[in-house]
Protein backbone atom coordinates (compact mmCIF):
# COMPACT_ATOMS: atom_id res chain seq x y z
CA UNK A 1 0.00 0.00 0.00
CA UNK A 2 0.93 3.59 -1.03
CA UNK A 3 1.03 5.87 2.35
CA UNK A 4 -0.64 8.85 1.50
CA UNK A 5 -2.12 12.21 2.46
CA UNK A 6 -4.65 14.96 0.92
CA UNK A 7 -3.75 18.67 1.76
CA UNK A 8 -6.26 21.37 0.90
CA UNK A 9 -7.89 24.33 2.79
CA UNK A 10 -11.63 24.37 1.71
CA UNK A 11 -13.41 21.59 3.25
CA UNK A 12 -15.53 20.09 0.39
CA UNK A 13 -12.23 19.89 -1.78
CA UNK A 14 -10.55 18.32 0.90
CA UNK A 15 -13.57 15.79 1.73
CA UNK A 16 -13.95 14.97 -1.93
CA UNK A 17 -10.34 14.15 -2.50
CA UNK A 18 -10.02 12.18 0.85
CA UNK A 19 -13.36 10.02 -0.68
CA UNK A 20 -11.34 9.84 -4.26
CA UNK A 21 -8.45 8.16 -2.43
CA UNK A 22 -10.18 5.53 -0.29
CA UNK A 23 -11.78 3.88 -3.24
CA UNK A 24 -8.27 3.78 -4.45
CA UNK A 25 -7.22 -0.20 -3.86
CA UNK A 26 -3.20 0.54 -3.60
CA UNK A 27 -3.72 3.70 -1.47
CA UNK A 28 -3.84 4.26 2.16
CA UNK A 29 -4.87 7.55 3.49
CA UNK A 30 -3.43 8.18 6.67
CA UNK A 31 -4.78 11.03 7.14
CA UNK A 32 -6.67 14.72 5.59
CA UNK A 33 -4.68 18.23 6.81
CA UNK A 34 -6.40 21.38 6.38
CA UNK A 35 -3.21 23.39 5.75
CA UNK A 36 0.48 22.86 4.57
CA UNK A 37 1.74 23.31 8.27
CA UNK A 38 -0.03 20.58 9.51
CA UNK A 39 1.53 18.38 6.60
CA UNK A 40 4.45 19.52 7.64
CA UNK A 41 3.73 18.28 11.28
CA UNK A 42 2.83 14.94 9.95
CA UNK A 43 5.59 14.76 7.29
CA UNK A 44 8.29 14.78 10.37
CA UNK A 45 6.54 12.22 12.05
CA UNK A 46 6.00 9.48 9.79
CA UNK A 47 6.98 8.19 6.30
CA UNK A 48 4.46 9.31 3.26
CA UNK A 49 4.99 7.85 -0.28
CA UNK A 50 2.79 10.51 -1.64
CA UNK A 51 0.98 13.97 -1.47
CA UNK A 52 -2.00 15.50 -2.92
CA UNK A 53 -1.81 19.01 -2.35
CA UNK A 54 -3.73 22.01 -3.33
CA UNK A 55 -1.51 24.98 -4.75
CA UNK A 56 -3.31 28.45 -4.05
CA UNK A 57 -3.52 27.99 -0.06
CA UNK A 58 -3.48 30.75 2.33
CA UNK A 59 0.00 31.88 4.42
CA UNK A 60 1.82 28.84 2.82
CA UNK A 61 1.09 27.43 -0.96
CA UNK A 62 1.39 24.34 -2.23
CA UNK A 63 4.21 24.97 -4.64
CA UNK A 64 6.21 26.93 -1.73
CA UNK A 65 5.40 23.79 1.32
CA UNK A 66 7.18 21.27 -1.67
CA UNK A 67 9.91 23.46 -1.88
CA UNK A 68 10.87 24.15 1.51
CA UNK A 69 11.37 20.21 2.28
CA UNK A 70 14.03 18.46 2.24
CA UNK A 71 12.70 15.10 1.56
CA UNK A 72 9.44 15.29 -0.56
CA UNK A 73 7.36 12.40 -1.15
CA UNK A 74 5.45 12.09 -4.59
CA UNK A 75 3.03 15.21 -5.34
CA UNK A 76 0.26 15.26 -6.95
CA UNK A 77 -1.07 18.76 -7.53
CA UNK A 78 -4.80 19.68 -7.10
CA UNK A 79 -6.31 23.64 -7.60
CA UNK A 80 -8.25 25.25 -9.90
CA UNK A 81 -5.87 27.94 -11.39
CA UNK A 82 -4.57 26.25 -14.70
CA UNK A 83 -1.66 28.91 -14.99
CA UNK A 84 -0.14 26.68 -12.03
CA UNK A 85 0.69 24.02 -14.33
CA UNK A 86 4.23 24.78 -15.08
CA UNK A 87 5.52 25.75 -11.91
CA UNK A 88 3.83 22.23 -10.76
CA UNK A 89 6.13 20.41 -12.90
CA UNK A 90 9.22 22.38 -12.17
CA UNK A 91 9.09 20.43 -9.17
CA UNK A 92 9.13 17.10 -9.87
CA UNK A 93 5.31 16.29 -9.59
CA UNK A 94 3.82 13.53 -10.83
CA UNK A 95 0.87 14.72 -11.84
CA UNK A 96 -1.16 18.11 -12.07
CA UNK A 97 -4.96 18.15 -11.39
CA UNK A 98 -7.19 21.15 -12.62
CA UNK A 99 -10.19 21.49 -10.26
CA UNK A 100 -12.96 20.03 -10.50
CA UNK A 101 -11.84 16.79 -11.59
CA UNK A 102 -13.33 13.09 -11.15
CA UNK A 103 -12.27 9.99 -10.03
CA UNK A 104 -11.19 9.28 -13.06
CA UNK A 105 -8.39 11.38 -12.83
CA UNK A 106 -7.72 10.90 -9.84
CA UNK A 107 -6.69 7.57 -10.74
CA UNK A 108 -4.70 8.07 -13.43
CA UNK A 109 -2.90 10.02 -11.56
CA UNK A 110 -2.86 8.05 -8.25
CA UNK A 111 -1.39 5.48 -11.27
CA UNK A 112 0.86 7.59 -12.76
CA UNK A 113 2.17 8.00 -9.17
CA UNK A 114 2.39 4.21 -8.16
CA UNK A 115 4.44 3.04 -11.65
CA UNK A 116 6.88 5.83 -9.76
CA UNK A 117 6.86 4.48 -6.67
CA UNK A 118 7.03 0.64 -8.01
CA UNK A 119 10.31 2.03 -9.90
CA UNK A 120 11.66 3.45 -7.09
CA UNK A 121 11.44 0.67 -4.72
CA UNK A 122 12.75 -1.31 -7.13
CA UNK A 123 15.92 0.75 -7.65
CA UNK A 124 16.49 0.05 -4.19
CA UNK A 125 16.20 -3.28 -4.13
CA UNK A 126 19.68 -5.15 -4.29
CA UNK A 127 19.75 -7.70 -7.74
CA UNK A 128 22.37 -9.50 -9.08
CA UNK A 129 24.13 -6.98 -11.23
CA UNK A 130 24.38 -4.75 -7.77
CA UNK A 131 27.40 -7.00 -7.28
CA UNK A 132 29.28 -4.49 -10.69
CA UNK A 133 29.81 -1.49 -9.41
CA UNK A 134 28.48 1.41 -11.57
CA UNK A 135 26.74 3.69 -9.22
CA UNK A 136 29.31 6.48 -10.41
CA UNK A 137 29.77 5.24 -13.88
CA UNK A 138 32.95 6.20 -15.86
CA UNK A 139 33.68 7.53 -19.36
CA UNK A 140 35.73 4.60 -21.57
CA UNK A 141 37.81 5.50 -23.90
CA UNK A 142 35.70 4.95 -27.13
CA UNK A 143 33.15 7.87 -25.53
CA UNK A 144 30.88 5.55 -23.78
CA UNK A 145 29.45 4.45 -20.50
CA UNK A 146 27.45 2.14 -18.46
CA UNK A 147 24.29 2.59 -16.88
CA UNK A 148 22.16 0.31 -14.78
CA UNK A 149 18.44 0.51 -15.99
CA UNK A 150 16.20 -2.06 -13.89
CA UNK A 151 18.09 -4.93 -14.80
CA UNK A 152 19.80 -4.11 -17.21
CA UNK A 153 23.13 -2.48 -17.78
CA UNK A 154 23.21 -0.60 -20.96
CA UNK A 155 26.33 0.92 -22.72
CA UNK A 156 25.46 4.87 -24.11
CA UNK A 157 27.77 6.84 -26.25
CA UNK A 158 27.74 9.76 -24.94
CA UNK A 159 27.29 12.03 -28.22
CA UNK A 160 23.78 9.98 -28.68
CA UNK A 161 23.08 12.15 -25.65
CA UNK A 162 20.42 14.59 -26.30
CA UNK A 163 19.31 15.88 -22.64
CA UNK A 164 18.94 14.12 -19.14
CA UNK A 165 16.03 15.15 -16.59
CA UNK A 166 16.36 14.57 -13.08
CA UNK A 167 13.29 13.13 -11.50
CA UNK A 168 13.79 13.32 -7.65
CA UNK A 169 15.98 9.79 -7.14
CA UNK A 170 16.66 9.01 -10.78
CA UNK A 171 17.41 10.34 -14.21
CA UNK A 172 15.91 9.97 -17.40
CA UNK A 173 18.37 9.75 -20.15
CA UNK A 174 17.07 10.84 -24.09
CA UNK A 175 19.01 9.61 -26.54
CA UNK A 176 18.77 10.64 -30.32
CA UNK A 177 16.47 8.48 -32.74
CA UNK A 178 15.37 6.69 -29.50
CA UNK A 179 11.46 7.38 -28.27
CA UNK A 180 11.81 5.97 -25.06
CA UNK A 181 14.64 7.46 -22.21
CA UNK A 182 16.63 4.84 -19.69
CA UNK A 183 15.74 5.51 -16.29
CA UNK A 184 18.26 4.99 -13.70
CA UNK A 185 18.65 5.73 -9.96
CA UNK A 186 21.52 8.32 -10.63
CA UNK A 187 22.98 11.50 -9.29
CA UNK A 188 22.78 14.19 -11.69
CA UNK A 189 25.43 16.34 -9.61
CA UNK A 190 27.37 13.75 -10.64
CA UNK A 191 26.91 13.23 -13.78
CA UNK A 192 27.37 16.86 -14.70
CA UNK A 193 30.89 17.03 -13.15
CA UNK A 194 31.44 13.42 -15.14
CA UNK A 195 30.28 15.03 -18.68
CA UNK A 196 32.26 16.37 -20.82
CA UNK A 197 31.44 20.55 -20.40
CA UNK A 198 32.62 21.49 -23.63
CA UNK A 199 29.20 19.51 -24.93
CA UNK A 200 27.31 19.79 -21.63
CA UNK A 201 25.77 22.03 -20.07
CA UNK A 202 23.15 22.15 -17.01
CA UNK A 203 20.58 24.73 -17.60
CA UNK A 204 18.48 23.76 -15.07
CA UNK A 205 17.96 22.51 -11.84
CA UNK A 206 16.01 19.22 -13.38
CA UNK A 207 18.32 19.45 -17.27
CA UNK A 208 21.54 18.86 -18.28
CA UNK A 209 21.64 19.01 -22.22
CA UNK A 210 23.86 18.22 -25.04
CA UNK A 211 24.69 21.68 -26.40
CA UNK A 212 25.55 19.75 -29.50
CA UNK A 213 21.68 18.84 -30.28
CA UNK A 214 20.05 22.31 -29.81
CA UNK A 215 17.99 22.96 -33.00
CA UNK A 216 17.07 26.89 -31.72
CA UNK A 217 16.70 28.62 -28.23
CA UNK A 218 13.94 31.35 -28.19
CA UNK A 219 12.46 32.89 -25.36
CA UNK A 220 14.49 30.73 -22.82
CA UNK A 221 13.67 27.78 -24.14
CA UNK A 222 16.15 25.04 -25.81
CA UNK A 223 14.05 23.47 -28.66
CA UNK A 224 15.48 19.84 -29.95
CA UNK A 225 12.15 19.39 -31.84
CA UNK A 226 8.49 20.25 -32.61
CA UNK A 227 7.65 18.30 -29.55
CA UNK A 228 10.92 18.86 -26.95
CA UNK A 229 11.70 21.95 -25.21
CA UNK A 230 13.58 22.53 -22.40
CA UNK A 231 13.34 25.49 -20.09
CA UNK A 232 16.17 27.27 -18.95
CA UNK A 233 16.49 28.33 -15.42
CA UNK A 234 16.90 31.60 -13.85
CA UNK A 235 20.07 30.71 -12.36
CA UNK A 236 21.66 28.83 -15.44
CA UNK A 237 21.10 31.36 -17.97
CA UNK A 238 24.22 33.74 -17.41
CA UNK A 239 26.30 30.54 -18.12
CA UNK A 240 23.96 29.09 -21.07
CA UNK A 241 24.47 32.44 -22.65
CA UNK A 242 28.07 33.00 -22.55
CA UNK A 243 28.27 29.08 -23.78
CA UNK A 244 25.63 30.47 -26.74
CA UNK A 245 27.53 34.17 -27.33
CA UNK A 246 30.57 32.67 -27.57
CA UNK A 247 29.71 30.53 -30.42
CA UNK A 248 27.39 32.56 -32.09
CA UNK A 249 28.06 34.66 -35.31
CA UNK A 250 27.13 38.15 -34.54
CA UNK A 251 26.26 40.84 -37.09
CA UNK A 252 29.32 43.80 -37.36
Known amino acids: MIKCIAVDDEPLALTQVSSYISRVPFLELIKSCSDAFEAMQLLSEQKIDLMFIDINMPDLNGLDFVRSLPESPLIVFTTAYSEYAID ?136 FDKNTYIPIGDNYKDKFNEYINGRSITPK
Open 88 to 223: GYKVDAVDYLLKPFSFQDLFRAAEKARHRYEYLKQAQTPTLTDNIEINTPQIETDGSLFVKSDYRIVRITINDIKYIEGMSEYVRIFLANETKPIISLLSMKKLEEMLPASHFLRVHRSYIVNMQKIVEVSRLRII
